[in-house]
T-cell receptor
């Protein structure tokens, strides 16, 4: 079954450093998303991306965050200058928008970010 | 701004019995509802969904019920199995291309 893959699975970084989290969405999917889950809290929407531009973003997704689809397969989340409160599990997801799965997001296994 | 609420943080059910997980929402624009299951250190996995034009959807041991007037949905698992032990998230979206809004999750423990 096709899956969303994310790298790295775990990254530890110092506060103020830049971090890039990578995702390979399912190949025929058109919409891409980043979500995060701070330990013990709910899964929160960060940003959605379609046709090479951001389609929607949350209040969390401030100027420190950016997303990019540098080639035909990767979808990245960059945090420019990490803060302690950025420590979380970051999930990439993608969506087909067609057929019976049109409303279902498929999530990757997540990248755990620890900011020290 | 909790548009999707799961008021029970945890639930313990004996193997073979029915598990009922509840979810309430406030946004009338939500037109599609999903349940995701999540194991520790893994991403949410899609379980079952329901469109707002229906009031019930069944898939094997899993049934989701939607009460639009009450803005309430529930997930029934019967019979419950130990492998069902996980955190269950209710999620909703307003339109096909829009984001999913998640509830806070309910941790289900199925005991032997």
């Amino acid at each position: 079954e096709p899956e969303v893959t994310q790298t790295p699975s775990h990254q530890v970084t110092q506060m103020g450093q830049e971090v890039i989290l990578r995702c390979v969405p399912i190949s025929n999917h058109l919409y891409f998303y980043w979500y995060r889950q701070i330990l013990g809290q709910k899964v929160e929407f960060l940003v959605s991306f379609y046709n090479n531009e951001i389609s929607e973003k949350s209040e969390i997704f401030d100027d420190q965050f950016s997303v990019e689809r540098p080639d035909g397969s990767n979808f990245t989340l960059k945090i420019r200058s990490t803060k302690l409160e950025d420590s979380a599990m970051y999930f990439c997801a993608s969506n087909n928008l067609r057929g019976s799965g049109a409303n279902v997001l498929t999530f990757g296994a997540g990248s755990r970010l620890t900011v020290l | 701004d909790q548009q999707v609420k799961q008021n029970s943080p945890s639930l313990s059910v004996q193997e073979g019995r029915i598990s009922i997980l509840n979810c309430d929402y406030t946004n009338s624009m939500f037109d599609y509802f999903l349940w995701y299951k999540k194991y520790p250190a893994e991403g949410p996995t899609f379980l079952i969904s329901i469109s707002s034009i229906k009031d019930k959807n069944e898939d094997g041991r899993f049934t989701v019920f939607l009460n639009k007037s009450a803005k309430h949905l529930s997930l029934h698992i019967v019979p419950s199995q130990p492998g069902d032990s996980a955190v269950y998230f209710c999620a909703a979206r307003a339109g096909t291309a829009s984001k999913l809004t998640f509830g806070t999750g309910t941790r289900l423990q199925v005991t032997l």
